[in-house]
């Protein structure tokens, strides 16, 4: 298996990451960082343990104590997808090994077992700012991705108004109100795969299954949600909260996946959602949502932008594998 135990050229130990290095990763990751981002790196430790082929998480151990630690996942379907594609989400080594060839070697066996898992490419996402860390992506390879990184603020859309904020006759009322929304369900897994492959030709449903299965496994966070009218199932979108991918180091929501039924286009359906998901967001303390577009969807662009959506300071870097 490509998790195993790897020697590299300096005789180092590259292995899989496990419980008893949390603290010491969160050490390494807190004098990177300035703040401690544990919860983090406990839920990614223990989705491993869940599903071993879809997180690869890595230990870089020299004179048999970890100088640092990589943190990846496979992901099959999101932001559009056609194929499995690897995102490295932390990745740091401590300042005493800088140059010794640690980071280089995470890499290097992350897109051995990428490869092995039948990832196309390797993504990640940093700020534009940080120029230690892009120009170790330039390095190792990696370019920057044909996809844009949007965020907003959490919130109230522009105009939006509830239902008695405003006249009947008033067409700038975006109440989610006018079309019901509601928590996803495992029941509602054949509705949404069906939508999925009215709009993309695409099926998907074991993207989907994991994703929902994912969604009801966060106790007490919903951010995955049908929209219905006349109580017909009209889109979805699936969301996660992000507790410290790509080195952030505060709560940010992802949004995954959108999709609205054709039948139902003009109808509101996607503002409903959206509308919908900042709410609960905002009940959650989460301050902003970012989601990725390839730069040429320029329908799905103009929605995003009518909503709030501007380019956000985070570049997407990719490789083929």
Same mark, same amino acid.
């Given at each position: ?135 170790? %992506? #330039?390095?190792?390879?990696? +370019?920057? @991705?044909?996809?844009?990184? =949007? ?5 109230? *859309?522009?105009? /939006? ?102 039948? %139902? #286009?003009?109808?509101?359906? +996607?503002? @409903?959602?959206?509308?919908? =998901? ?5 009940? *959650?303390?989460? /301050? ?34």
């Amino acid at each position: 298996m490509a998790d195993t135990n790897t020697k590299s050229p300096e005789g180092t130990t590259i292995r899989t990451l496990t419980p008893e290095d949390i603290d010491r990763v969160v050490e390494i990751d807190r004098a990177i960082t300035k703040q401690s981002r544990r919860g983090f790196f406990e839920k990614r430790i223990e989705a491993r343990r869940r599903e071993p082929t879809a997180f690869i998480s890595l230990a870089y151990v020299e004179k048999g104590v970890v100088e640092g630690f990589l943190l990846a996942h496979v992901l099959d379907g999101e932001f559009g997808g056609r194929h499995p594609v690897a995102v490295l989400d932390a990745l740091g080594t401590t300042e005493a090994v800088r140059g010794h060839g640690g980071g280089r070697a995470l890499m290097a066996e992350l897109e051995k077992i990428a490869r092995g898992r039948g990832a196309k490419e390797l993504r990640t996402q940093s700020s534009w700012s940080d120029q230690q860390l892009t120009h170790f %992506f #330039a390095a190792a390879g990696l +370019g920057l @991705a044909h996809r844009l990184v =949007l965020d907003r603020p959490c919130g109230k *859309l522009a105009n /939006e108004q509830s239902i008695g904020e405003t006249s009947q006759d008033d067409s700038r009322d975006l109440s989610r109100d006018v079309v019901p929304v509601r928590s996803m369900t495992l029941e509602d897994l054949p509705v949404v795969t069906g939508l999925d492959r009215r709009v993309t030709g695409r099926d998907r449903s074991g993207y989907y299954k994991r994703k929902v299965a994912e969604a009801l496994q966060e106790s007490g966070i919903r951010l995955s949600m049908i929209a219905t009218v006349d109580k017909s199932p009209a889109g979805f979108v699936m969301a996660r909260v992000d507790y410290g991918e790509f080195g952030e180091t505060e709560p940010e929501a992802v949004i995954d996946t959108i999709g609205v039924d054709p039948g %139902f #286009a003009g109808k509101r359906v +996607g503002t @409903a959602m959206i509308s919908q =998901l900042l709410a609960n967001l905002q009940s *959650l303390r989460v /301050e902003r949502v970012r989601t990725e577009v390839d730069w040429d969807n320029f329908e799905l662009l103009a929605f995003l932008k009518g909503l709030g959506f501007q380019p956000s300071q985070r570049l997407d870097f990719v490789r083929a594998l």
